[in-house]
């Protein structure tokens, strides 16, 4: 939320950017403070900036074009950590002296110094609830950013973005905009898909749901080896009807049908395409310049103000604010169902293959074409991604 005292506005982001510039630069002849080895594919070089001693990251060849090759794998949507693990160690390459793993990966492939910043790169940040310092201008679509864990947040800022703070680094960065969110959002999926992995009787799981509570369907195993489907809340505390006796394996029969219907329907949905072609999302982007625009007109006008004219401001600004939230967040909700054209040809592909497919893959495709299933007494209510 934005900070309403206004008339302080500016103080508090020239305070911040003071801790920005405290983190990441000595005034010193110490020079550039990375913590530790700068990342994988850069060196350190020594700058004259503003009359300071300091250093940046350069790109070092060799490993610059080990990062865009990892950047380039995990892109495809069937390319897991194991199989750039696999890779890597096969060929004998090595990563600060030591064998790539998991852990190293998945920082690798969330770290926005690898990625040329523009105004997609800030929107995404800007979603998901980090301070950004840097001003738009700054997301030039050439430099990289460094992410650092802001003073008040609780959580890992690899893991969660909101309350932490990004800033529009002076080195450049080593993939575009376009292939450094692909791979962030593909990330942000699989840790949705890994979390509902607990139940394994139906690929549906995760996704069926009572159609007179809304709570979750469970399938059951009965002595004849037959499942059915039970409402969770009938089960707990009979405080649900339930939607009868429905055997799991009609409704994955159906819901099968009705996804090949879906595919030779032909249509090519906005969901499917590149995340920032799609309309929803233009038509939030330009929502949001909209908004930033008049709270910045509106902060403007403050100077001189008197006290009704304030209270009027700062009750309307406060007002284009919870808009924005919202519109952030659905924004969010945009960037996390988004899928590739290349994933929707694997989606395609598993149904035309479904009884030669596993559990995961079935599992996979129902996620990128369903956003959820109701079960009613005799019917089934689908709502698709698209």
């Not at 852990?103 to 690798?108: K, N, P, V």
């Not at 893959?361 to 991604?385: A, C, H, N, Y």
């Amino acid at each position: 939320m934005l900070n309403i005292c206004i008339v302080f506005a500016q103080l508090e982001r020239e305070t911040i950017q003071k801790r920005v510039s405290d983190a990441y630069y000595s005034r010193s002849q110490k020079g550039f403070r990375m913590g530790g080895k700068p990342p994988y594919g850069y060196r350190l070089e020594e700058i004259l900036m503003e009359g300071i001693h300091t250093k940046k990251l350069v790109e070092e060849p060799g490993e610059a074009a080990i990062v865009r090759e990892i950047f380039d794998m995990y892109e495809q949507p069937d390319t897991s950590y194991g199989d750039i693990t696999r890779y890597y160690a096969e060929k004998g390459v090595q990563f600060y002296g030591k064998e790539l793993i998991r852990s190293m990966l998945a920082q690798l492939l969330r770290n926005p110094v690898y990625v040329r910043a523009d105004m997609d790169v800030y929107r995404f940040f800007r979603s998901h609830g980090t301070n950004i310092v840097s001003s738009p201008e700054q997301f030039d679509g050439i430099h990289g950013c460094y992410l650092y864990h802001g003073r008040d947040a609780q959580t890992d800022k690899l893991q969660n973005l909101k309350g932490h703070m990004l800033v529009v680094a002076p080195h450049e960065g080593l993939v575009s905009s376009e292939q450094w969110l692909n791979c962030r959002i593909k990330l942000m999926r699989n840790k949705t898909i890994q979390a509902n992995r607990k139940a394994v009787n139906t690929w549906l799981a995760g996704k069926v749901k009572c159609g007179n509570c809304g709570y979750a369907l469970m399938s059951i195993k009965i002595q004849s080896g037959k499942q059915y489907l039970r409402c969770t809340k009938r089960l707990n505390n009979k405080a649900c009807p339930g939607c009868g006796k429905v055997y799991t394996e009609d409704v994955e029969n159906y819901v099968y049908k009705e996804m090949v219907r879906k595919l030779r329907e032909g249509q090519s949905p906005a969901a499917y395409t590149k995340l920032k072609e799609n309309p929803q999302v233009k038509q939030i982007y330009r929502e949001i310049e909209e908004m930033e625009k008049e709270i910045s007109l509106l902060v403007d006008s403050l100077a001189g103000a008197g006290e009704t004219l304030t209270d009027y401001i700062n009750q309307r600004v406060e007002e284009i604010d919870q808009i924005h939230q919202l519109k952030l967040e659905k924004l969010s909700v945009l960037a996390e169902n988004h899928a590739t054209p290349e994933q929707m040809e694997k989606v395609a592909s598993n149904v035309s293959l479904w009884g030669e497919i596993d559990f995961e893959e079935k599992r996979f495709t129902v996620d990128k074409m369903i956003r959820s299933l109701k079960v009613f007494p005799g019917s089934v209510q689908i709502q698709w991604k698209f």
